[in-house]
């Protein structure tokens, strides 16, 4: 099962509006509402933000959103701030009854 | 406190074996799926295995047959026998829980260990 393609950086300003994408095939991201989204800070674990392609766990920030466009997953970041830096990584389950995830996103803050 | 423990991490010759666990608390592990997860340094993510409440397993395309996942209910605790190892295998193993969902492919991880890193190396 081949990772899912995220770009390998985005940067942006603070306050503006960032988007990831994620994308996959019809056994994966196409083929089941089953995305989600998270991030990692360097030497920790990861923490879910987004969750079945657009739901936020609670307490998770307003501010991630999670959208799906046939087999391209994308996660935005509005209102930029420097605590957004961090790694973010794609995941979603497949027919073949595994998980892939992405290859993981740097986000920068200017 | 809700919380998850990695350990049996160590360096290991290529061929070799080893048993990770993973010890939970603060919440009741048998009604949980569970996962592992590993993080080869400076790379991303990679899903390796996982447990259903019911004993079924399920496992990446690259450790099946040499990873077994299991569970102890009774001790809270998860396991990963890896037989064997290659260089390839080295990374920061994690578990974690798969969230209840209505779905039961709904895979998504709610709680994470800190990780075990697992050095695979003559």
């Known amino acids: 099962q081949s990772a899912l393609t995220q770009p390998a950086s985005v940067s942006g300003s603070p306050g503006q509006s960032i988007t990831i994408s994620c994308t996959g095939t019809?056994?994966?991201?196409?083929?089941?509402?089953?995305v989600c989204w998270y991030q990692q800070y360097p030497g920790k674990a990861p923490k879910l933000l987004i969750y079945?392609?657009?739901n936020r766990p609670s307490g998770v920030s307003n501010r991630f959103s999670g959208s799906k466009s046939g087999n391209t997953a994308s996660l935005t970041i509005s209102g930029l701030q420097a605590e957004d830096e961090a790694d973010y990584y794609c995941s979603s389950y497949t027919s073949s009854i595994t998980l892939v995830f992405g290859g993981g996103t740097k986000v920068t803050v200017l | 406190e809700v919380q998850l423990v990695e350990s049996g991490g160590g360096l290991v010759q290529p061929g070799g074996s080893l048993r990770l666990s993973c010890a939970a608390s603060?919440?009741?592990?048998?009604?949980?799926?569970m996962h592992w997860v590993r993080q080869a340094s400076g790379k991303g993510l990679e899903w390796v295995s996982a447990?259903?409440?019911?004993?079924?397993?399920y496992y990446e395309g690259s450790v099946k047959g040499r990873f077994t996942i299991s569970r102890e209910n009774a001790k809270n605790s998860l396991y990963l026998q890896m037989n064997s190892l290659r260089v390839g295998d080295t990374a920061v193993y994690y578990c974690a829980r798969e969230a209840h969902s209505s779905d039961w492919n709904d895979w998504y991880f709610d709680l994470w260990g800190r990780g075990t890193l697992v050095t695979v190396s003559s």
């Open positions: 019809s056994s994966d991201v196409g083929g089941y509402n089953f």
């Open positions: 447990i259903g409440t019911g004993d079924d397993t």
């Open positions: 079945d392609v657009s």
């Open positions: 603060g919440f009741t592990f048998s009604t949980y799926d």
